[in-house]
């Protein structure tokens, strides 16, 4: 990442004071002078040049291990690799170029190499415990690498130069700021951290093809004010208020006319291309670094980067709340340990939805910076989540920013195969598709079933899904994100499956579900062995508990509609033997009858009238010796219609019976669950 904002922004050094006393090119002194003021491209060339004439051992390894830094400050992570291998090859117990090495491995994205010189730093210093965190970031890149996600990105060439490109942020509808070191800038200098030049404030516009959201054009960027915003040092990480008439951005070392040890955060009111003269914000002061501004979408907090005391460790970020009544920001809060480390922790982002994107070397990564999000507000956050690859990588991942519905956004890599050092790529969120598939069975032969009827309710709607399974027994539908399901199985000659459960919520990529269906054959026999119709005595009428009884019936016919019943009915053995079987057969015509005003065709039922003649208990009324006599409820017992099984040999006659032969999913009041109705 070769940028003055990886963080601490360099100190500046006047061009007078860089010019005087200043030792012979290419010698240890000039190295080391530069390695002191931070400039490590021109340390790095003197290192170099030191390395490849000395014949002093212990200097060869000095120049071998600072160029490695150098470059590693630089961030040029491959030549870092390279030199970091050569000083511990001449010198092995050198344990910080060990490290060195292993994390520039980590940075290359040669994770399996990476974890093998970490596990050999750590035989050597077996009390640093950073190895173990850095080993399983190892691993877990190793993991994610392989992982499905929805992330698709690409590198917006329009934008990006050969140089470092980075921090975009919005600007209204259709434009973006950008920081970049490219030549022509306000400042001629060059910048001695980097041998690039001083970084500037750019803007673009771009326009979004309305059928397809994905086609991007985007106009030539140009440099913002170059009154103000803009000056002949470092300036960048620009954030706005939701008018876009107030900015915040990151001015370094302006102080005293170029003198100021840091840097810090300032803010300009103006619109379009004329802003006001930046006036520093009164928490940031010289005394530390601050930058990497974003205000909430109310415009009542700010979260930047800073270096001031009280904090986790290395860079953090922190939160400060505007006054409307006494017109000033307050003091600064960290946000803590969960989202702070010991490392740093920089680029703040607060969605609107209450999300918090930023980027750390603190925390478990793939590598060099990535980028994290976390939940919560003031000091109470969630753990902070790795966003992955592809939107990390063993490189720098920074700066991202996000549009409303989060399926879209910006950030800034200097990941292997870009334009430049620091460049700016746009991601997008491939939509998520959830499926549903499965086969019908039946439970005890494993027999696959075509024309199961589904049913499915979901939790967003209150609509019935109705499809059948193909001639394979195989069905497949589309489901919405964020939903719960539930579905079963009909068919005829069969219970209906049980009650299944699947659901999208928290499905974060793509996902094909899987739902296979049991159903148990039907057994007709049992499913009919209805009891409780029962008749009041010398009564053929239908008493109310008996109708109860009989709708189930009628249920069962219409969930079965080729199915044909005998209504047999029986009376007490009280009376004579010819009165007892007209009663009965009036009580099976009041029964039949019944259900016929249900809607049944009467041809599917026969009422049969048996008389005395199936008691089922030992009552006698009638004879020379009877036996014993039976209690009014003994004679209940005996007053009642029972029904037979006749076939399932039915055909439909009309269109409405066909309708119910198709459709078997009629809801029955009394049903719980999808199973038969229980016997009474």
Known sequence: MKRVYYFLLATFISAALTQSCKPGKGSMAAAR???????FFTAGENYKAVYSKTKNKDEKNEACFKTAECYRLSNDMKNAENWFRKTVKADPKNTEALWRLAQSLKANQKFTEAIVEFNNYKKQMPSDARADDEVKGCEQALKWKNEKTRYVIENVKAINSKWSDFAPMWYKKDQLFFTSDRENGVGKAMYGWTGNGY??????????DKKNADNIKYEIPILADKENLNGKLNDGTIAFDSKFTVAYLTKCNYDNNGKGKNCRIYTSTGQ???????????????????????LSKDGQTLYFTSDMPGGEGGKDIWMVTYSKKGKSWGDPINLGPTINTEGDEMFPYM?????????SNGHVGLGGVDIFFSKGEATDWSTPINMKSPINSGGDDFSLILDKTKESGYFSSNREGGKGQDDIYRFRMTPLVFTLSGVARDLKTRELLASTILTITNSTDTGKLIIKTDARGFYKITLKPKTDYELFGAHEDYYDSKIYGQTTRGLEVSTDLVQDLELDPFDYEKAFEVEGVYYDLDKANIRADAAIILDTVVYLLNRY?????????????????????????????????????????????VAAGYGESQLVNDCECEGKYVKRVCSEEEHQMNRRTTIRL?????????????????????????QRGNQPPPKK
């Open 272 to 294: 379009g291309s004329e802003w006001s003269i930046p006036e520093p914000l009164s928490f940031s002061t010289d005394s530390f670094t601050c930058g990497h501004p974003y």
């Open 199 to 208: 970084t500037d404030l750019y803007n673009i516009k771009f326009k979004i």
């Open 646 to 670: 006749l076939g399932n040999d039915y055909v439909p006659k009309n269109k409405e019976e066909m309708k119910k032969s198709e459709d078997k999913t009629q809801v029955n009041p009394q």
């Open 351 to 359: 969605h609107e939805d209450g999300t918090l994107y930023f980027s």
């Open 561 to 605: 509609p080729k199915i044909r019943l005998e209504l047999g009915s029986h009376t007490d053995c009280r009376s004579d033997s010819l009165y007892n079987k007209d009663l009965s057969q009036r009580r099976a015509d009041s029964a039949v009858a019944y259900i016929v005003s249900r809607g049944i065709d009467k041809e599917r039922l």
């Open 33 to 39: 002078e530069a390695f002191a003021k931070k400039e």
